[in-house]
């Protein structure tokens, strides 16, 4: 069966790799994409990407966490809502389809599926506006914002100038005392879609232009600090140095070391050392750690292996490496249901056997799944590559994605206009007059 986008789904992509192309010029830094949480860029792609929303007849808002919303109301005033998103911030030099395509593609599937009047329920877009933690170290805060999960706590995270996220929401016109106001109704909600870029290489490699995603990686992050003794780099013998860097850089490739070995992902990002002197032997090294895994338990007992690492290698250098964990999330399993409601989007695309995949990489699904029902659809990304400028994905995948995800929105709308309930499927890719047929609840 040949796998061929509807013309809606073409017209619609070529819209959103447009809009993609557009939102790459709103940076904090010319010549490479930077757009972080509460900043100028933030201010800006928001009132941009809003009237984007507005243009497809989406009522918009900005909420307490900065988050930016579209949204449809349904034929009655109590019809659930089925939200749909991704995240319009970025890392720094980012590409500029993370996130940004999956906020792009719901709007114009919300516009398509609306076009014919009211739906049974009511269609919800939201741009997240930190799932990246960029500026202030942790990930998901504005998508932890809506799914009601906030911690008081991270009000005194600064970022790199000392500013705090306190100060920084100040700053940006919301009110930090109204962060709870982000927060969705649960029992309103019939679940949340996002589609995003896959990052890895797996569906490159396997020739296919869409997946469904099975669940998203646990992870776990920590600071680490390997403190030795600073000394003279010509006056000190080897066995009087207490080195931090080597100490360090040891237990750097100890955590890729057990991590391939337990078919895990374990990265060191980051480094620095002090004083940082060439003719002086390195009294101090901080490091960084990400850990992930598909299940929790699997992860802390790889994380165990690795802090007892450290400990060997601080106890044979004369060095004390002391981790300090900064974010811990736990594994977020898609919804059967969703699943199977994507899953039929991609087969009415002309794909028999959609391939389905664990994300390694971590999204706004993970904060709302700690909520409500989740479902990702996974589009091709050449190389797998992502988190740099040239992360890809081509036009022809976001029609084809633009064609799954409105089927799938169909299935699950369904069971709402007749009250049935199962998984069902759908037979047309071109969802504009209202095609595609089954069954199918997010409850």
Request: aromatic share 6%; glycine share 12%.
């Amino acid at each position: 069966m040949t796998v061929v986008a509807s013309a809606l789904g073409t017209a619609d992509a070529a819209v959103v790799v447009g809009w993609c192309d557009e939102l790459a010029a709103i940076t904090a830094e010319p010549g490479r994409i930077t757009r972080v949480y509460l900043s100028p860029e933030h201010a800006r792609v928001n009132a941009v990407v809003g009237e984007w929303m507005r243009d497809a007849g989406l009522r918009t808002w900005q909420d307490a966490a900065g988050n930016l919303h579209g949204r449809t109301d349904g034929t009655t005033p109590d019809a659930p809502t089925l939200l749909l998103g991704s995240h319009l911030d970025t890392v720094v030099d980012a590409g500029r389809y993370d996130g940004i395509v999956g906020v792009l593609m719901a709007i114009r599937t919300v516009a398509r599926l609306s076009a014919d009047g009211p739906l049974p329920v009511a269609l919800e877009v939201i741009a997240f506006s930190d799932e990246e933690g960029t500026r202030f170290g942790k990930a998901l805060l504005g998508s932890s914002a809506v799914a009601g999960v906030w911690d008081d706590s991270w009000w005194d995270l600064e970022d790199g100038d000392g500013v705090s996220l306190r100060r920084a929401f100040t700053d940006f016109g919301l009110d930090p005392d109204a962060v709870g106001d982000a927060a969705i109704d649960p029992a309103t909600v019939l679940g949340y879609l996002e589609a995003h870029i896959e990052q890895g290489p797996y569906l490159d490699e396997a020739g296919k232009a869409l997946g469904v995603v099975t669940s998203i990686a646990s992870a776990r992050r920590f600071a680490v600090e390997a403190v030795g003794e600073a000394r003279h780099a010509g006056g000190t013998p080897y066995e009087r140095r207490h080195d931090a860097l080597l100490a360090a850089a040891e237990a750097a490739l100890a955590v890729e070391r057990i991590c391939r070995a337990s078919q895990h992902i374990g990265t060191v990002g980051t480094m620095t050392v002090e004083p940082g002197a060439v003719n002086v032997v390195p009294g101090l090294a901080r490091f960084s750690v990400d850990l992930r895994g598909e299940f929790d338990d699997g992860r802390d007992r790889v994380w165990d292996d690795i802090a007892a690492a450290f400990d060997e290698v601080g106890t044979r250098r004369g060095v004390t490496v002391r981790p300090t964990e900064v974010h811990r999330a736990p594994a977020v399993f898609c919804a059967p249901v969703l699943m199977d409601a994507l899953r039929a989007g991609i087969v009415a695309t002309g794909e028999e056997q959609p391939p389905e995949l664990f994300s390694r990489a971590g999204h706004d699904a993970m904060s709302l799944g700690l909520v409500v029902d989740v479902g990702m659809l996974f589009l091709r990304n050449p190389d797998g590559t992502s988190h740099h400028p040239d992360e890809f994905v081509s036009a022809a995948d976001v029609a084809l994605g633009l064609d799954a995800l409105a089927v799938a929105v169909h299935t699950l709308v369904a069971p709402v206009t007749d009250g049935r309930t199962g998984t069902g499927t759908s037979t047309s890719a071109d969802t504009g007059s209202g095609a595609g047929t089954g069954a199918g609840g997010a409850s």
